[in-house]
């Protein structure tokens, strides 16, 4: 199995443990870490919008307990005929813990797929660098 059929089949899985009950639009994400490590996490939506939180959210939160700090490469998979991106907040998300090698595959439950760079995804992002930070 390759390393973007693996991140998609861990999307998979936990997209099935997601709480959407008010949208039913399920989402897994799997981020692979410099550690070489998976991560995942689903959305969970709460009745009291917006403070449910996104697949990728919760990934990411998965990853820094895990004590991983830099996303290789991430996997988002939803219930859409046609590969789902991460949302705008998300996008912002994941510029925090990547770099410009970083690679977001977006997957739809149809099977299509397609990879982007951070670059097209955020452009001219704002990231820990603008503020003196470590970060790329």
């Given at each position: 199995?390759?390393?973007?059929?693996?991140?998609?089949?861990?999307?998979?899985?936990?997209?099935?443990?997601?709480?959407?009950?008010?949208?039913?639009?399920?989402?897994?994400?799997?981020?692979?870490?410099?550690?070489?490590?998976?991560?995942?996490?689903?959305?969970?939506?709460?009745?009291?919008?917006?403070?449910?939180?996104?697949?990728?959210?919760?990934?990411i939160g998965a990853m820094i307990a895990g004590g991983e700090r830099r996303i290789v490469e991430i996997a988002v998979l939803g219930d859409a005929g046609a590969p789902v991106?991460?949302?705008?907040?998300?996008?912002?998300?994941?510029?925090?813990?990547?770099?410009?090698?970083?690679?977001?595959?977006?997957?739809?439950?149809?099977?299509?797929?397609?990879?982007?760079?951070?670059?097209?995804?955020?452009?001219?992002?704002?990231?820990?660098?603008?503020?003196?930070?470590?970060?790329?």
């Amino acid at each position: 199995m390759s390393g973007i059929d693996e991140l998609f089949a861990a999307a998979a899985q936990v997209r099935a443990r997601a709480h959407a009950p008010y949208s039913r639009f399920a989402v897994g994400a799997a981020i692979r870490g410099s550690d070489g490590g998976l991560y995942v996490g689903c959305n969970v939506e709460n009745a009291a919008y917006p403070s449910g939180t996104c697949a990728e959210q919760n990934a990411i939160g998965a990853m820094i307990a895990g004590g991983e700090r830099r996303i290789v490469e991430i996997a988002v998979l939803g219930d859409a005929g046609a590969p789902v991106t991460p949302c705008g907040a998300c996008r912002q998300r994941i510029r925090e813990f990547a770099d410009a090698a970083t690679r977001i595959h977006a997957g739809a439950v149809s099977g299509e797929r397609r990879s982007y760079g951070m670059a097209e995804l955020l452009p001219d992002a704002f990231g820990p660098g603008h503020l003196g930070g470590a970060g790329a």
